[in-house]
């Protein structure tokens, strides 16, 4: 059986301490996270009672001391304490139930190792991964123990004969083990240690019911001794807490190792964000995974899509280049096992799933994390970015987010404590840079025995071609590369370049644009269509947009900078302004301010793709804003009046002149003629700057005539201004 490297825990970070080795095998792992000195003095072995035959087998592991999550709850573990342990995903929790387990249970000689033995520690964890890992952490530092496994998808009759043969510890699934119960086949009487590892999941994924009707099998009011109980998880929500703490004694241990801290996922992973369509999702995987899983051959990426659907299909698009296999609760558990140990024995190096692999997936070779999507609950993305980053290395764990979903991705950085790092997809040329690098390392690969059946050819191709070019086209045939398509940064649509214009002051809208390239191509020129979407920066000096490449040279020949409006071709966009990017056309009267389903242009003096619509500034919404409100000059702060801006009443309160037009309508005064006593509507006064007529009951008929804001005869740049009348009875 092949053992895992336990895994290395970020714990006051410190510099100053030299790279540590840990041998896996035939592997060196660098790793640049240490555990303070303070930290590997606490989790010396001599601080506990651990047997030397224990220690022996996690030194045969590479398990030298104890980590934080591990030395901190061992001793309470050990001395039959109830436990509630939350610590973050990757630091080591499996290990730290195991361990004082084990030594218990090894300890106990009051019980014969005979046939048909009921269990005396049972581990129930959410999924059949996380199962078969801690099963064989177990094993691995055991010397004459039993373990069963049980989870759906295998045989009933195979699990069932481990069972009557006789264990001492038991990991399961809720649902499985809950059948077996109920047929009479297990004995859970005897159980001693009961653990709930990632309890937060179990109970989220609908397993409560099962979870609890297993453990009253076990918490009965007329047992003489309470089983120990002990619950780990990497978030602890409330409902998680409430639900576990009925099972609790009163004088139940707390360990947390989040302390309190904002950021609820592990410290060295990087969480980097990319716009990206639905339908692009697959070929901006493929160059992610290029770029950011490439600095070794070892690496290996897993890419979480939110539905099965959606990761069948991701599995077999032809734009996603690397090896990758599928994932999800509709594969059968002996093709998902397979698939797994390839995965981890490196023989692809993508895994595209579903939650299932979430939890209790430990690959420490796994340098990268997709989520395709930002998740509805903030938990699984925690857990999704926890495969990344473990046995000390750093992981990067990126998010794919459309524009209606800018929120979403918010809510996670706020409920998660963590700050997404914006990019933008990759470019073509970053994607060509990292996959020559590939090609390059996978030359060292090759073995002389497959070099000696391709020297022939090779000394054909080098009597007519140039070596180095021969070497070039070589290696893109080996990264896949055989031609190269102009690609847009700004759209990433296939032949299209994209450019920005800048102008001095600030661009108004999409208009000038639209003029300038009509202005270079003709009147003719249908700008909208060949130009489809604008996006500006973030202080409208400039207007990022894509034309088709085809255009490339007409535009550069005719175009000439000006010290006013400057325009040229882009290699990397700039920041721009996320309300104006992810719109479409929408323009008010008097400015380029955003409809539903966005806009070109937005608040111009700030970014209200998440900030406040009055004050212009991030971080809060206008309702939680504490400046004055910016309406006329006045100053509504607090709730204030908008007629006179003064404080401690609302304008319909206020008892001074209403400002409208100079006239008072203060106390119900009249809109019409700014007399108090009546309404506008019971006015006797002709209405100004209209004439209308109202006649007859309801129903009855009425005349209107609306005259323009200029007198008749008045000119208007040669125009000249008519009165127009909408008589509702005309014909």
Known sequence: MKLRTQDTMTVNVEPEIGIDEIKNGNKIISSNLHISDADKEKGNYKNFSISKRTIKKLQSRNVEILFPVQADSYNHIFAGKDCLVQAYTGTGKTLAFTIPIVELIQNDTSVKLIRGRAPRALVLAPTRELTNQISEDFQSIVSDLSIVTIYGGKKYDDQEKGIRNGCDILVATPGRLKDIVDKGRLDLTKIKYVVLDEVDRMLDMGFIDDVEEILGHMFTAGRETKPQFVVFSATMPDWVYKTTKKYMSKDFVTIDLVKGNMQKTAANVEHLAVPCAYQDRAGVINSVVQIYSSSTLDGRAIVFCETKKEADELSVSHDIKAEAHVLHGDIPQDKRELVLRKFREGKYRLLITTDVAARGLDIPEVDLVIVTAPPKDVESYIHRSGRTGRAGAQGKCICLYKSTQIRDLRRVEIEAGITFTRIEQPRTEDVLSASSADAAKALDSVTDAAKAHFREAAEKILKTFDAVDALSAALACISGTTNIVPRSLFSKKENYTTYMLTVTDELKGPGLVFTMLRKCFGEDFDAKANCSQVAFTKDYRSAVFDIPSELDEKLQGYWKDSPRIQMKPIQELPQLDETSR?????????????????????????????????????????????????????????????NCGKDGHKSFECTEAKKTGGRDQSNGGCFNCGKDGHKSFDCPEPKKGRSSTFSGARGGGMKRSFTSNQENGHSNGGMTSKKIKFNDDDD
């Open 582 to 642: 992810n719109g479409g056309r929408s323009f008010s009267r008097g400015s380029y301010g955003s409809s539903r389903g966005g806009s070109y242009g937005g608040n111009r003096n700030s970014d209200r793709s998440n900030g406040c619509f009055k004050c212009g500034k991030d971080g809060h919404k206008s309702f939680e804003c504490t400046e004055a409100k910016k309406s006329g000059g006045r100053d509504q702060s607090n709730g204030g009046c908008f």
